[in-house]
């Protein structure tokens, strides 16, 4: 079940960390929140730089500017409110059974999806995965639309880097999940 909470604490994280792992299962991260960001962080440079490589590949062809950037600033600004989705769009892969809290941790500004339940090792990269639409629709909307079509393509665009860039401790996870679980058919991530 999917709860949303405007603010998630301490005693919120605990309660939903009842029961063990089912046999054959293995436990990755538990790390802090700020220890993940830094570690992950290569791959949020990493996926500015390719998004960015595609703007720059798009304004050589056309040789001309390809966005319009008070639009562009419009499309960035709405992807901070879009993280609500993101954490949904990793809540709606977990099974219906599966206790799923969404909301923003206390004293922080990062939303969570916050869920003790074991996922199959496909199913969690999935979850770790899907909040890239939120990136992957409008950059390819960014990529297709016409050159003179500059405050659509720096909407888009703008959209695009925060789709692409937030889901960066996600894309950590599932690397992680890819190394060091390679013998558990589930995982459940801390």
């Not at 792992?21 to 991260?29: D, N, Q, V």
């Not at 220890?35 to 500015?48: D, V, Y």
């Not at 799923?100 to 996922?119: E, Q």
């Not at 880097?161 to 390679?182: E, F, K, Q, T, W």
Request: proline share 7%.
């Amino acid at each position: 079940m999917i709860r949303i909470k405007p603010v998630i604490g301490e005693s919120d994280i605990e309660a939903l960390q009842h029961g063990g792992l089912p046999e054959g299962s293995s436990r990755i991260g538990g790390e802090s929140v700020d220890a993940l960001q830094m570690k992950a962080l290569p791959i949020a440079l990493a996926l500015c730089v390719a998004t960015n490589a595609l703007l720059f590949l798009k304004t050589s062809l056309n040789q001309a500017p390809v966005i319009h950037l008070p639009a562009f600033a419009c499309g960035f600004t709405l992807g901070f409110p879009l993280m609500i989705v993101h954490e949904w769009l990793h809540a709606i892969v977990y099974p219906k059974d599966a206790d799923v809290l969404i909301g923003k941790l206390k004293g922080r500004f990062a939303f969570v999806a916050l869920a003790f339940y074991p996922l199959r090792r496909r199913r969690f990269i999935l979850m770790c995965l899907a909040p890239f639409v939120l990136g992957i629709v409008p950059l390819a909307v960014f990529l297709v639309s016409p050159a003179d079509q500059l405050a659509l393509s720096g909407f888009m665009f703008g959209l695009s880097i925060m789709g692409m860039v937030s889901p960066y401790p996600d894309v950590y996870n599932a690397l992680l999940l890819l190394r060091h679980a390679r013998e558990s058919d589930h995982i459940h991530v801390l």
